[in-house]
């Protein structure tokens, strides 16, 4: 029903900047993102995934983890089918791959979860190093 894919990863040194982009289509036509509340997570070598980021469907909420607040900033552009996170003042301990998923929302439009299993779909990730 969704395909995610994500772009804008890369090696960055202690304190830049990246931003990364996930563009989502569907298998339908008239497919629009508006129905979806959108997290980014990050899974680093030999430690848990972890939600970063997400944003409910129309952007009225969000939510960032501890250690990225001030950092990132996530934003969704519906008429794109895109949504961004960008991560600004970047350290070591940021390196991971970084995942973008989707959760179909009903009611609820405030949706925004920032744990893993909560999501249905996931893109492929994308490699973020943070190295000097």
């Known amino acids: 029903q969704l395909q995610l894919v994500e772009s804008g990863g890369g090696l960055v040194q202690p304190g830049g900047s990246l931003r990364l982009s996930c563009a989502a289509s569907?298998?339908?036509?008239?497919?629009?993102?508006?129905?979806?509340?959108i997290g980014w997570l990050r899974q680093a070598p030999g430690k848990e995934r972890e939600g970063v980021s997400c944003?409910?469907?129309?952007?009225?909420?969000?939510k960032y983890a501890d250690s990225v607040k001030g950092r990132f900033t996530i934003a969704r552009d519906n008429a794109k089918n895109t949504v961004y996170l960008q991560m600004n003042s970047l350290k070591p301990e940021d390196t991971a791959v970084y995942y973008c998923?989707?959760?179909?929302?009903?009611?609820?439009?405030?949706?925004?979860?920032?744990?893993?299993?909560?999501?249905?779909?996931w893109g492929q990730g994308t490699q973020v190093t943070v190295s000097s």
């Open positions: 998923a989707a959760l179909r929302v009903g009611t609820v439009q405030s949706m925004c979860p920032m744990s893993s299993h909560m999501y249905d779909y």
């Open positions: 569907g298998f339908t036509s008239g497919f629009t993102l508006d129905y979806y509340a």
């Open positions: 944003i409910s469907v129309s952007g009225g909420t969000t």
